[in-house]
């Protein structure tokens, strides 16, 4: 939960990152979005569904400016 938390700030606020940071961060965590937004819907995640809806929307915002990023 600490990671996933941590994940979704960074992935968030990459927009306030420069030079070549930005790339590095967006291609080193682009490919974990899918993963961790499976792991935060799990029925077993100690979550509630406001909590659930909260990251999700988080990994979507995160995922759109990696794929800015990344020019995808």
């Known amino acids: 939960m600490i990671k996933l ?3 979704t700030d960074n992935g968030v ?3 306030h990152t420069t030079g070549p940071k930005v790339r ?3 291609t080193k965590y682009a ?3 899918p993963q961790l937004r499976d792991f935060a819907r799990r029925a077993d ?3 509630d569904d406001a ?3 909260h990251i999700d ?3 979507d915002v ?3 400016r990696f794929r800015a990023i990344l020019g995808e």
């Open 5 to 7: 938390s941590d994940f």
């Open 13 to 15: 606020g990459i927009i």
């Open 62 to 64: 995160a995922e759109s």
């Open 45 to 47: 995640t100690p979550l």
């Open 57 to 59: 929307h988080q990994l």
């Open 24 to 26: 590095k961060a967006a």
């Open 31 to 33: 490919p974990l979005v």
């Open 51 to 53: 909590a659930k809806a």
